[in-house]
């Protein structure tokens, strides 16, 4: 299965995001066809959870997984660590107090 390139993929997701009517901000913009995508959910209290799409070793199959979830101190260093490990990477911030983000709806993974 073909892959979206990083750039479209992100601009995508933000445009779903909107039409759902939550608010979404790219913080940390990575290379446009091949970075790495982590998508910190912050929940308005402090809190928040990290989430990156993992390919299942065994089927090749694509889903969105918790990278980490606590603080957002703890989150900060998550992502700075990410960021050093990962040039390339880029980081998307959705505003839920509600935890939503649309990532395990179909189409997303990919």
């Known amino acids: 299965m ?14 779903r995001l909107g ?3 939550i608010p979404a901000y790219v913080v940390r913009r990575g290379d446009a ?3 790495a995508v982590i998508v910190r959910v912050n929940r308005l ?5 990290l989430r990156q799409r993992a390919t299942d070793p065994l089927t090749g199959a ?3 997984m918790d990278l980490a979830e606590g603080e ?4 900060d260093a998550v992502i700075a660590r990410q960021s050093r490990a990962d040039p390339d990477l880029w980081v998307i911030e959705i505003e839920a107090p509600d935890g939503r983000d649309l990532l395990d709806e179909p189409g997303l993974a990919d």
Not at 2 to 13: G, K, P, Q, S
């Open 33 to 35: 066809t091949a970075g």
């Open 62 to 64: 694509r889903h969105w």
């Open 72 to 75: 957002d101190g703890a989150l």
């Open 19 to 21: 039409q759902a009517n």
């Open 45 to 49: 209290d402090g809190t928040g959870v």
């Open 2 to 15: 073909a892959r979206l390139v990083a750039d479209f993929w992100v601009r995508a997701y933000l445009a």
